[in-house]
């Protein structure tokens, strides 16, 4: 019975990993299909499908969504490529994100409200048309408005309390904020980041932690936007990982920025936070990308991050990604921290990110022992907007089974 039952999950796991699979290979072919979606599919249902506008609308609103499929890759490669033209970026990121909302409402809320105006015999099929037009536009007008200014306020603080086994009652209570994904980037944010950084400074932690992805562009180029990080305050340590973002922009300069910062690079190496007699091991690994950069010495390695550590100790652990979970489950890490997901930052866009990795937002277990707390991230990468996936500051404080009751 045994032998049946490990057979089942066996091969129950063996046609996840294949699902996936299939399904990886197919978003390498989403740069070429993705631009042509997302700008044919709201056309044709904006302006094609019976509304009957006057010829001048009609080509008028063809054009817009012409250039808009030809500008925003062009803009998108000079922004993003080896030009690295922050202007182009910028234009290229705003109309993939304005894009990606129309195209998004005009299949949620315009084929649904088509539908039901049908139904209820509400006016004749132009009438229907044209109401499912203009309250398209004024859903991505309400909602790009609204994003943007989500994307772009200091972040709210989300306070957790994280109960951990075999943490000893002497560092019960500890505090533990992080702050990750950044993107310090096209779009100059020294005073937003002057702003989180103050924030960060309210909460009196314990250790602070960035999982990396700090910012698009070299050390030297965002200097000026990450500069306000070296105002961070802890009681005990400010650590940094590596996140993929870091590894498109020469990672050793941000390694090296950290550290001058006055943050501990955690690269595959561990410090001790020591209170009350008891100890928490602090550990990082370079993300997992990081194997991939032809970087020396540069690499994810949980053995080396943990090695001389007390395997009795408990282990918090920053990870940049969340899929760098089931290595930590494995090693017995207690806490794993990461961001990378952004929560999916503009909805729906988490279904694609739950393809590949197990997580997207907030605290979840995995194993016996280990738990993985996701932040939504700080910042914002590319599109300056956040639909449905707010940004955050997170305060974890660390319960211990052994907390000494309250007089």
């Given at each position: 019975m045994t032998d049946t039952s490990e057979t089942r999950s066996a091969d129950s796991a063996a046609a996840r990993a294949t699902e996936r699979s299939r399904l990886r290979r197919l978003l390498r072919y989403l740069p070429?299909?993705?631009?042509?979606?997302?700008?044919?599919?709201?056309?044709?249902?904006?302006?094609?499908?019976?509304?009957?506008?006057p010829l001048p609308v009609?080509?008028?609103?063809?054009?817009?969504?012409?250039?808009?499929?030809?500008?925003?890759?062009?803009?998108?490669?000079?922004g993003h490529g080896r030009r690295q033209q922050d202007w182009a970026a910028i234009v290229g990121d705003t109309l993939l994100g304005a894009v990606w909302i129309l195209f998004t409402w005009s299949v949620v809320l315009g084929v649904p409200l088509r539908l039901a105006l049908t139904v209820a015999g509400a006016g004749d099929g132009q009438d229907r048309a044209r109401i499912v037009t203009w309250a398209v536009l004024g859903a991505a007008a309400v909602l790009l408005?609204?994003?943007?200014a989500e994307a772009r306020r200091v972040p709210r603080v989300r306070r957790l309390e994280v109960r951990l086994p075999r943490l000893g009652a002497g560092?019960?209570?500890?505090?533990?904020?992080?702050?990750?994904?950044?993107?310090?980037?096209?779009?100059?944010?020294?005073?937003?980041?002057?702003?989180?950084?103050?924030?960060?400074?309210?909460?009196k932690a314990d250790v602070v932690c960035h999982t990396g992805d700090i910012a698009d562009g070299t050390a030297e180029r965002r200097r000026a936007q990450a500069a306000p990080?070296?105002?961070?305050?802890?009681?005990?340590?400010?650590?940094?990982?590596?996140?993929?973002?870091?590894?498109?922009?020469?990672?050793?300069?941000?390694?090296?920025?950290?550290?001058e910062l006055g943050w501990e690079p955690l690269r595959n190496r561990h410090l001790l936070l020591e209170r009350g007699?008891?100890?928490?091991?602090?550990?990082?690994?370079?993300?997992?990308?990081?194997?991939?950069?032809?970087?020396?010495?540069?690499?994810a390695h949980l053995a080396g991050a943990l090695h001389g550590?007390?395997?009795?100790?408990?282990?918090?652990?920053?990870?940049?990604?969340?899929?760098f979970v089931d290595r930590a489950a494995a090693g017995g890490v207690d806490l794993q921290l990461s961001g990378h997901t952004h929560g999916g930052q503009i909805w729906p866009f988490h279904h694609l990110v739950r393809i590949d990795q197990p997580a997207v937002a907030g605290l979840s277990r995995h194993g016996t022992r280990t738990l993985l707390y996701t932040s939504r991230g700080t910042g914002f990468w590319g599109p300056p907007f956040r639909v449905f996936a707010p940004s955050e500051i997170t305060l974890l404080v660390l319960r211990s089974p052994q907390r000494p009751p309250t007089p």
């Open positions: 070429l299909i993705a631009p042509v979606l997302l700008w044919t599919v709201p056309c044709w249902l904006l302006l094609y499908t019976g509304q009957h506008w009609t080509l008028a609103g063809t054009a817009l969504f012409a250039l808009g499929l030809i500008g925003m890759p062009l803009a998108m490669a000079r408005t609204w994003g943007y560092l019960d209570g500890t505090r533990v904020v992080l702050i990750t994904d950044t993107h310090y980037g096209p779009l100059d944010r020294a005073r937003w980041s002057a702003r989180v950084c103050e924030t960060v400074n309210t909460l990080l070296g105002t961070v305050q802890a009681t005990h340590a400010r650590v940094y990982v590596t996140g993929n973002h870091e590894y498109y922009s020469e990672a050793q300069g941000w390694v090296d920025l950290m550290d007699g008891d100890t928490l091991v602090v550990a990082g690994v370079d993300d997992v990308t990081a194997e991939y950069s032809g970087l020396a010495g540069h690499g550590a007390d395997p009795d100790h408990p282990v918090l652990l920053l990870a940049h990604q969340p899929k």
